[in-house]
């Protein structure tokens, strides 16, 4: 007897399996079932596809009406923070820009400053609740990123945290030390401090995938950059790069050059990048939550990298100065509307090219893989992005048991 049945749903979203990220047309490929059935068996998943008779479980759900598709995948977040940064609303308000308010101390030095004076567990306990509301919004794979340490203690701290949430949750996540992330005021120079976080790429490995930095203006350099990437990578480290969100420096082409998995942002990337993307396997993880947040003027130019043949996904950026919503499903629709992207193109970057870009196994419901399910209270795949800045998650399945059932009792 199998253990779960999903059936009559009506819409059954089956992303493609593929051995590397899908690029270009292929996002705008995605298999959908009308009248779907999903059975489970111990955590796993037996059968998803075409309505079958056949079989008989212990629970059975009817997912009449509604959409079911793998959970989603968050390939980009600053999960685990001290502190928040609301009075920057009102900077905002009198014009003060993003990289103004960090060269006066504030922005990320003051997430910093937080980070700092918390206990682990108080930033545990805080993380633990923005990792919850996540899931609860349809997301069971999550990358986390240190770089509001900046200093052995701080970063190590940042990055413990984000180990135990994994294992107290059993998820699938990814953790990325983001040491370079910012220069704390009191370094000697940009390059000292650098060399310090380069220092520390041994310390950290055994807490961290992924080595990360955040090449801008005022921040890193590319050449910087570079040094950085490949000393890590030399440590071990798959390396990603926040390039070009706001200065078009090439961080988009270092990325592709020195093999990243992913290259996130991309708002001011030039053509040349976007071209160099077709012949790599890079993912260009595009945030546009936190452009519509920046209150930029211009998004990445996501219609562009697809035409170039490149591979994107599309992910939050949740940290508390430049993108603050721990909804995917609100990003999915800004993706829609400033992205220009179509239904399939928004559900191909949330799963399987997201997960291509954390290297996770994770965002297809095929025969053999982990029963990570939702049931959207959805009547078809757009409805998702277009009613927009809910939650439309109605029931969250993690290995085959309902993790969240957000149904409003009345
Ligand atoms: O991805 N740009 C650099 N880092 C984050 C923002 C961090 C912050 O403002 O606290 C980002 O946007
Ligand atoms: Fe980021």
């Given at each position: 007897?199998?253990?779960?049945i999903i059936q009559n749903i009506?819409?059954?979203?089956?992303?493609?399996t593929t051995d590397r990220p899908l690029k270009g047309k292929e996002l705008d490929d995605l298999n959908i079932i009308e009248n779907g059935t999903?059975?489970?068996?111990?955590?796993?998943?037996?059968?998803?596809?075409?309505?079958?008779?056949?079989?008989?479980?212990?629970?059975?759900?009817?997912?009449?009406?509604?959409?079911?598709?793998?959970?989603?995948?968050e390939a980009h977040t600053h999960l685990v923070h001290g502190g928040s940064r609301?009075?920057?609303?009102?900077?905002?308000?009198?014009?003060?820009?993003?990289?103004?308010?960090?060269?006066?101390?504030?922005?990320?030095?003051?997430?910093?400053?937080?980070?700092?004076?918390?206990?682990?567990?108080?930033?545990?306990?805080?993380?633990?609740?923005?990792?919850?509301?996540?899931?609860?919004?349809?997301v069971l794979a999550v990358e986390s990123k240190s770089g509001y340490g900046l200093d052995k203690e701080n970063e190590l701290k940042q990055l413990r945290v984000s180990n135990r949430l994994a294992k107290k949750y059993n998820l699938d996540m990814k953790h990325t030390f983001l040491g370079p992330h910012a220069v704390p005021k009191d370094a000697k120079s940009n390059q000292a401090f650098l060399q310090e976080m380069i220092d520390l790429l041994p310390e950290v490995k055994p807490y961290a995938d992924f080595a990360d930095i955040f090449c801008e203006t005022g921040v890193?350099?590319?050449e910087e950059s570079k040094a950085y990437m490949e000393a890590a990578k030399k440590q071990g480290f798959d390396i990603k790069i926040h390039a070009d969100e706001i200065d078009p420096l090439g961080g988009l082409e270092l990325a592709i050059d020195e093999n990243a998995i992913s290259a996130d942002h991309l708002v001011a990337s030039s053509e040349k990048g976007k071209q160099k993307l077709k012949d790599s396997d890079t993912v260009?993880?595009?945030l546009p939550g936190t452009t519509f947040y920046l209150d930029k003027e211009s998004y990445a130019d996501a219609r562009g990298m697809l035409d170039n043949d490149g591979a994107i996904a599309i992910a939050t950026d949740f940290n508390p100065g430049s993108c603050v919503t721990n909804n995917l499903q609100l990003v999915?629709?800004?993706?829609?509307?400033?992205?220009?992207?179509?239904?399939?193109?928004?559900?191909?970057?949330?799963?399987?090219?997201?997960?291509?870009?954390?290297?996770?196994?994770?965002?297809?419901?095929?025969?053999?893989?982990?029963?990570?399910?939702?049931?959207?209270?959805?009547?078809?795949h757009e409805y998702i992005p277009y009613h927009y800045g809910i939650n439309h998650a109605e029931r969250v399945i993690k290995d085959g048991k309902v993790l969240f059932d957000n149904r409003v009792n009345l």
């Open positions: 007897m199998n253990d779960l009506k819409q059954l979203i089956l992303p493609k999903v059975v489970v068996q111990d955590g796993k998943i037996v059968y998803a596809g075409e309505h079958s008779e056949a079989c008989e479980a212990n629970e059975t759900i009817d997912a009449s009406g509604k959409v079911v598709s793998p959970a989603l995948v609301e009075h920057e609303m009102s900077l905002k308000r009198q014009g003060v820009s993003y990289l103004e308010i960090l060269e006066q101390g504030g922005g990320i030095l003051s997430t910093v400053e937080a980070t700092r004076q918390a206990t682990e567990d108080e930033l545990f306990e805080k993380a633990e609740k923005n990792l919850l509301t996540m899931l609860q919004h349809g890193f350099t590319v260009a993880v595009l999915m629709s800004i993706a829609a509307l400033k992205l220009k992207l179509s239904p399939n193109e928004i559900w191909n970057a949330v799963t399987v090219n997201a997960a291509k870009a954390i290297d996770v196994d994770a965002g297809t419901i095929n025969k053999g893989d982990k029963a990570n399910i939702v049931i959207w209270d959805a009547p078809n």
